[in-house]
C-alpha cells in the first residue's frame, strides 16, 4: 500500500524546515518499517503535488504549519483517505483567538486576554513559537496578547480515533490516545522574543493525571484527529496555551522511547480503532534538529 507524506516546511520553509524534515524522517522510516511504499512531493508548487500524488495513493498525511494546514488537508481530502486531522478543525485551530475562546466557554482554563503589563504577544495564526514574545509593548496586525502565567511549559502528545463516513469524520467516543508528557524546552530572548528549542519525553510531573485528562478534554471538545499535541503551562490550574492538530517535534523523541509504530497507531486511529496505551522505554532529551540524546 502506498502512503502520502506531504511534509511542507523542509522545502518551503527555511524557518521550519530542520523540525520539519526531523519529523518526516520519522514518519518515514515508521511507514516502511510497517510495508508502506511512501510517497513524497517533490518542491514544486505543494498543492498541486498533493493533488497529483494523492489519486494513486491509499492514504495520506499533511504536515504543515498551522495557518496551512487545513489548505493542504482539504486538497489531500479530495483524493484519498486522511490519517490527520479533518480539514475544518485544522482550520478552526489555526485561529488561536476562536480556539481559545471555545476552550473557555467549555471549562478549559486559558490566559485570559491583556490589555497592558507584562503579557505574552502571539500571532493569530501563527507556528510554534514563530513570532511570540513576551512585551509591555503594542500588539501588532495580526497579533493578541495573554496573559503572562509563570510557570512549567510541557505539552501533551495524542491520538484522537475517528471514523470516515460518505462526507464526514465525527468523534467514536474512544478516548484520545496518550503518547507521552513533555517537557518544553522554552528560551526567552533579551528582546523578549521565544524559541522553543526541543524538550524531554516522556517525563511525569505531579499533575500528571490533571495535564493528561485537561489535554484529552481540549482534544474532544475541538474535535481534534488524528495525531495532536496540547502545550499548558502549569500554575496555579493547567492552562492550554496553544493547540496543535498535526504532527509536532515531540514525535522525535517520542519514537525514540515507544514500542509501537507510529504509522500502525495512525492507520488504526484512522478508522476509528488503535491501542488503549503505548509502551515507553526510557526517556530522551530531544532537539529540533532531530537529534536524540537518551537519558
Do not use: W
Not at 478549559?108 to 514563530?130: E, N
Amino acid at each position: 500500500m502506498k502512503v502520502l507524506l506531504a511534509e511542507y516546511a523542509s522545502r518551503h520553509d527555511p524557518a521550519l524546515a530542520p523540525e520539519g524534515a526531523a519529523m518526516l524522517a520519522i514518519l518515514k522510516k515508521s511507514f516502511e518499517n510497517c510495508g508502506y511504499e511512501v510517497v513524497l512531493p517533490g518542491s514544486g508548487d505543494f498543492g498541486a503535488e498533493i493533488e497529483l500524488l494523492a489519486p494513486a495513493c491509499d492514504m495520506g498525511l499533511v504536515i504543515a504549519p498551522d495557518h496551512l494546514l487545513a489548505r493542504y488537508t482539504q486538497i489531500l481530502e479530495q483524493h484519498t483517505h486522511n490519517l490527520g486531522c479533518g480539514f475544518m478543525t485544522a482550520a478552526l485551530c489555526a485561529n488561536k483567538v476562536q480556539t481559545e475562546k471555545i476552550l473557555q466557554a467549555h471549562g478549559v482554563p486559558v490566559p485570559a486576554i491583556a490589555t497592558s503589563g507584562k503579557r505574552m504577544i502571539k500571532p493569530v495564526k501563527g507556528c510554534g513559537a514563530l513570532g511570540v514574545r513576551v512585551s509591555e509593548g503594542p500588539v501588532g496586525d495580526g497579533e493578541f496578547a495573554q496573559q503572562f502565567i509563570e510557570g512549567e511549559h510541557l505539552s501533551v502528545s495524542l491520538v484522537a480515533s475517528r471514523v470516515i463516513g460518505d462526507a464526514c469524520a465525527y468523534f467514536t467516543g474512544k478516548p484520545p490516545l496518550v503518547l507521552a508528557v513533555n517537557h518544553q524546552l522554552i528560551k526567552q530572548a533579551a528582546d523578549g522574543s521565544i524559541q522553543y528549542l526541543g524538550g524531554e519525553t516522556p517525563v511525569h510531573p505531579a499533575r500528571e493525571a490533571e495535564i493528561i485528562e485537561m489535554a484529552k478534554k481540549t482534544i474532544i471538545v475541538l474535535g481534534g484527529q488524528g495525531y495532536c499535541g496540547v502545550d499548558v503551562v502549569v500554575a496555579d490550574k493547567v492552562y492550554v496555551v496553544d493547540v496543535n492538530t498535526r504532527i509536532t517535534t515531540s514525535l522525535v523523541g517520542i519514537a525514540a522511547c515507544m514500542k509501537e509504530e507510529i504509522a500502525d497507531i495512525l492507520v488504526e486511529a484512522s478508522k476509528g480503532g488503535g491501542p488503549n496505551e503505548v509502551h515507553l522505554a526510557g526517556s530522551v532529551r530531544f532537539d529540533t534538529q532531530g537529534k536524540v540524546l537518551r537519558l
